[in-house]
Nanobody
Framework: QVQLVESGGGSVQPGGSLRLSCAAT????????MAWFRQAPGKAREGVAG???????FYAHSVQGRFTISKDNAKNSLWLQMNGLKLEDTAMYYC????????????????WGQGTQVTVSS
């Protein structure tokens, strides 16, 4: 069983930055894939960024060039550095993990955190 705990959310003005953190109770090098998803009110959940066991990263088009996903297996931690935040980035952000093969934002993730709120407003 993997437990994921997010932190780092908050309120920021457009153009600002936030860094989300996700602490895992399982060795992250045992997790085949980790990712960040988000869900805004009234909208479907969407994948934001992911990283596989080899450190290969991938991003949703809407955040490409602004967000950076990273992990540290020694600390069992995952991060999402968010720069150039826009109003439309406002959402609850979730950390997710999967232990089975294949990594991608279109894959099914078996483990989820409780979420951390990111609000971008002027």
């Amino acid at each position: 069983q993997v437990q994921l705990v997010e932190s780092g959310g908050g309120s920021v003005q457009p153009g600002g930055s936030l860094r989300l953190s996700c602490a895992a109770t399982m060795y992250t090098n045992s997790l085949n894939c980790m990712a960040w998803f988000r869900q805004a009110p009234g909208k479907a959940r969407e994948g934001v960024a992911g990283i596989d066991s080899d450190g290969v990263t991938f991003y949703a088009h809407s955040v490409q060039g602004r967000f950076t996903i990273s992990k540290d297996n020694a600390k069992n931690s995952l991060w999402l550095q968010m720069n150039g935040l826009k109003l439309e980035d406002t959402a609850m952000y979730y950390c997710a993990a999967r232990t089975v093969p294949y990594c991608g934002l279109d894959r099914e993730f078996g483990y989820w955190g409780q979420g951390t709120q990111v609000t971008v407003s002027s």
